[in-house]
């Protein structure tokens, strides 16, 4: 039988793979590196093969199109994890592949049925899971105060979540006048890409977070590096953000480059965001994939174990994924980046401005 295959994150297009019903994951592994006319180096064992149907498998088949397009994300995708299962039982089974006639096909309307996950330098797998028990983060921490650092950041998080609650109804006017300002600026095309609230220690700035609720999904990690020292709430976000400061670290000391020009990274129009891939980039546009697939008002906070592929793209990418979630009639979502540093190097009226 004929089934197209796509590489995820590579727009290249589809390629052809004839290979038997019969044949197993582990032989489609093979001819799918044989056919790839190189755009796959890694081992045909490191591959990871997902179902070309939309909604794991109970929906579409992705098409032609859709691949030129771009796909970045193998997320909402069946995974075809035993190597030794025939094709035929795993859902690609000859007559069964979708077929369309030759104009559809000319309209890039064929179908795809394999979706390719390779190892690469600009692609990477990650997993979030906000459950300290399960991560690293405190592993050389002696096991009761472990056990104490995690029974307190549990607490403070459901101390946050009832906080939020009752500003909510004590106070709705506050709370739908930002929500309301957020809505204002998504309706403009080249909306502000920051709105900083400053303020000292204790004044309420992580609260903020836990009190807005409204229509829109959103997201909340730290801008900085979660650790032992760090407040019992932010152990419950140290996944995601010390994924981010993973890919931000990244981008600003990227291969071949000794450091990047912080006065670079710091402005925002600055050429460095318009016209290079970034794996920043790439992170944020997982995590629109991620909420277009999962989508629910509120604060997204992974709690049962998530993987995301990354790969580098540039801000083109991101509006595409923007637009994907406005096609589908869903709200964007916004980003809440907690412990943002000051700049010292820039005073405003003798104090520092935010970063």
């Known amino acids: 039988m004929r089934i197209f295959c796509a590489i995820v994150g590579v727009t290249v297009g589809a390629f052809e793979v004839e ?10 592994k ?3 590196k044989n056919k790839s006319d190189g755009a796959i180096t890694a081992p045909s064992t490191k591959l990871e093969l997902y179902l070309g149907k939309k909604d794991k498998g109970r929906g579409p088949w992705l098409t032609q199109l859709d691949v030129l397009q771009g796909v970045s994300d193998p997320g909402g995708y069946k995974h075809l994890a035993f190597t030794d299962a025939e094709l035929q039982d795993v859902g690609l089974k000859s007559g069964e592949l979708g077929e369309v006639g030759r104009r559809e096909r000319a309209d890039g309307k064929g179908p795809v049925h394999v979706l390719v996950v390779a190892p690469s330098s600009t692609a990477t797998k990650i997993e979030l899971l906000e459950d300290l028990q399960q991560q690293g983060v ?18 403070e998080l459901e101390l946050y979540r009832r906080r939020g609650e009752v500003i909510r109804n004590k106070c709705p ?5 930002i929500l309301k300002k957020i809505d204002d600026l998504f309706k403009s095309p080249h909306p502000l890409p920051f709105i900083c609230v400053e303020g000292s220690s204790g004044m309420g700035k992580s609260q903020l977070a836990f009190a807005l609720k409204g229509e829109r999904p959103w997201f909340y990690w730290l801008a900085s590096q979660v650790g032992v020292g760090s407040q019992n709430l932010y152990n419950n976000f140290s996944s995601i953000s010390s994924q981010f400061y993973k890919f931000v670290t990244k981008d600003m000391a990227p291969a071949g480059v000794m450091v990047r020009l912080e006065a670079d990274a710091l402005n925002s129009i600055s050429t460095l965001y318009f016209k290079e891939s970034l794996w920043t980039y790439g992170f944020i546009r997982a995590l629109l994939t991620y909420c277009r697939e999962h989508y629910e008002a509120g604060m997204i906070h992974f709690e049962e174990k998530t993987t995301l592929h990354v790969s580098k793209c540039n801000v083109d990418a991101v509006y595409e994924a923007c637009r994907e979630l406005t096609r589908e009639e869903k709200l964007l979502p916004f980003f809440i980046l907690d412990e943002m540093t000051s700049n010292a190097n820039i005073a405003a009226g003798g104090k520092n401005v935010a970063a």
Not at 141 to 153: G, L, S
Not at 173 to 177: H, P
């Open 19 to 28: 290979i038997d019903e019969g044949a197993t994951v582990s032989a489609l």
């Open 30 to 32: 093979d001819a799918v």
């Open 138 to 155: 405190l592993q050389h921490v002696d096991e009761a105060v472990r056990q104490n650092m995690i029974d307190q950041a549990k607490k």
């Open 173 to 177: 006017e506050y709370c739908e006048e």
